[in-house]
């Protein structure tokens, strides 16, 4: 009985501490030109900004949304406005994400962003109502409204406005270090591995410590490097 009872506070006292702290090595194929959350283009980019960026909302996988950043979202004059409340969450930084942030995430969205669907926000007004709600307006109702707010990535107005859009690509790798998802960039290594850290201001507490992108200019040589166990 003792050798059981001290096997199973070893699984339940320090198994749950080591559980925090795997590194994930996983290979992409196409080439990663940015990280900027208004710029990616192609799945690999995409896959790794909803890593590191979060968005009010969030698909569910089942043709709706569930809430991200966004603690409440109440309909407004029959659809045609939504009030949003942020929920207490935080930069990678420790700052509190807050409704400013928001506002110009969706300028910068409408503004410099290559996804078409930018053209449907052109429209929508949004004003701040105080500093974790904010009201946008819509200029007619659309039942999918809230799932489209999916496409807007959160940034930190505040390390975003220090800098030009045209200074943006030289200035990347300064402004994607703070972010809002479960991990935060940390570095380039060679130019064909991106390293990144766990969030620590994240909830729920990410189980990885590290997860590394190791980039390949192909399936075939990502299966060989797979095969050898150079990435999971």
Not at 9 to 34: S, V
Not at 87 to 107: M, Q, T
Not at 203 to 222: D, G, M, S, V, W
């Amino acid at each position: 009985l003792i050798i059981f009872s001290l096997k199973y506070f070893y699984k339940e006292i320090f198994a749950k501490k080591l559980k925090y702290n795997g590194i994930l090595k996983e290979g992409i194929y196409q080439p990663i030109n940015t990280l900027n959350p208004f710029l990616a283009e192609n799945q690999s980019e995409k896959m790794i900004v909803n890593l590191i960026y979060d968005s009010l909302v969030r698909p569910n996988g089942k043709g709706g949304y569930e809430l991200e950043l966004a603690k409440k979202i109440t309909e407004v004059d029959k659809g045609l406005k939504y009030e949003i409340e942020l929920k207490e969450a935080y930069w990678s930084n420790g700052e509190r994400i807050n409704a400013k942030d928001v506002l110009d995430s969706l300028y910068y969205y409408k503004v410099y962003s290559n996804n078409p669907s930018k053209f449907y926000f052109d429209k929508i007004e949004a004003e701040k109502i105080d500093n974790y709600k904010i009201i946008l307006k819509l200029p007619t109702v659309d039942n999918l409204f809230i799932q489209k707010l999916s496409q807007i990535k959160i940034i930190p107005s505040k390390i975003w406005s220090k800098y030009e859009p045209e200074d943006w690509k030289n200035k990347e790798e300064e402004l994607i270090k703070i972010s809002s998802g479960p991990f935060v960039f940390y570095r380039k290594i060679n130019n064909n591995i991106i390293e990144f850290n766990r969030n620590e201001y994240y909830k729920p507490f990410p189980y990885l410590r590290k997860i590394y992108i190791y980039i390949y200019p192909n399936t075939k040589e990502a299966y060989e490097k797979l095969k050898i166990k150079e990435i999971n």
